[in-house]
């Protein structure tokens, strides 16, 4: 009932976003869902990817710091008030979203939203408590 993310930490310089997709690329490596998040000095880019196992390899052998992190997949409406519903749904039992971003994937009619959850247990069990549909793997 969880994805793998990875966090890749990147110097924020030209090119550094295209080295990380290239190794991938390399590797058959194919990208699920994305999100980078910035400072003046480094990076922070999340990723969900189709073998995490085999993209943590390629960027540790590329010179790439990486973390593992448990994140909820969840599966909305594609259509106006959806997000809103799940939200209202954390902020009403409590439950921290850290941050989201949202996935490439996805049925038609669906959106995939990605969650890190500050209270990862509690999360998923809201999460199925409450009839949502969770991504297992893409």
Request: glycine letters at 8%; zero cysteines; charged letters at 25%.
């Amino acid at each position: 009932m969880e994805i793998k993310q990875i966090s890749v930490f990147l110097e924020n310089n030209a090119g550094r976003l295209g080295e990380v997709t290239r190794v991938l690329a390399n590797s058959g490596v194919n990208l699920r869902a994305i999100s980078i998040a910035d400072t003046a000095d480094f990076g922070i880019l999340r990723i969900i990817v189709d073998n995490y196992e085999k993209a943590v390899m390629a960027l540790s052998e590329a010179g790439f710091t990486t973390r593992i992190t448990n994140v909820a997949a969840v599966e909305v409406e594609d259509k106006p008030g959806s997000l809103a519903a799940v939200m209202d749904l954390f902020g009403k039992t409590s439950v921290n979203i850290e941050y989201l971003y949202a996935s490439l994937e996805g049925k038609e009619g669906k959106a995939v939203v990605i969650f890190k959850l500050e209270d990862h247990g509690k999360g998923l069990k809201i999460i199925q408590d409450n009839g949502l549909s969770m991504v297992e793997s893409f």
